[in-house]
């Protein structure tokens, strides 16, 4: 009399060609996965991009102070101000004001001659 026991039936899996172990795993995998949840219906609420109006009326009112620097701007508030980027958006990373604007401010009395 052949008793069924577990060491037995993995033996003869083992023995199975690759194709049926295949078989015999999806199998396997479809009756022991749990029912997924069904998903939360939590929606997260967009946030609404920054209206810039203000950030670019102090860049038209301010260039010329501020020319050849990087500027970060929340609004009409100046966050940070310097030649080197890495230490304006290290500010402006630093103040947490939601999407502010950065920019280089070109100097406006140079005259670009291009081709």
Not at 3 to 8: A, D, S
Not at 39 to 59: E, G, H, N
């Amino acid at each position: 009399m052949s008793t069924v026991t577990v060491q037995n039936i993995l033996k003869q899996i083992t023995e199975l060609a690759l194709v049926e172990q295949r078989l015999l795993h999806d199998l396997l995998g479809d009756r022991l996965e749990q029912p997924a949840k069904p998903p939360s219906d939590q929606r997260l609420q967009p946030i609404p991009m920054p209206d810039y109006k203000d950030a670019l009326q102090w860049l038209v009112d301010n260039a010329r102070q501020y020319a050849g620097q990087w500027v970060a701007l929340d609004g009409a508030r100046l966050i940070a101000h310097s030649p080197n980027h890495e230490e304006v958006f290290a500010a402006a990373d630093a103040d947490g004001a939601h999407l502010p604007l950065l920019s280089f401010v070109e100097d406006p009395d140079k005259v670009y001659a291009g081709f």
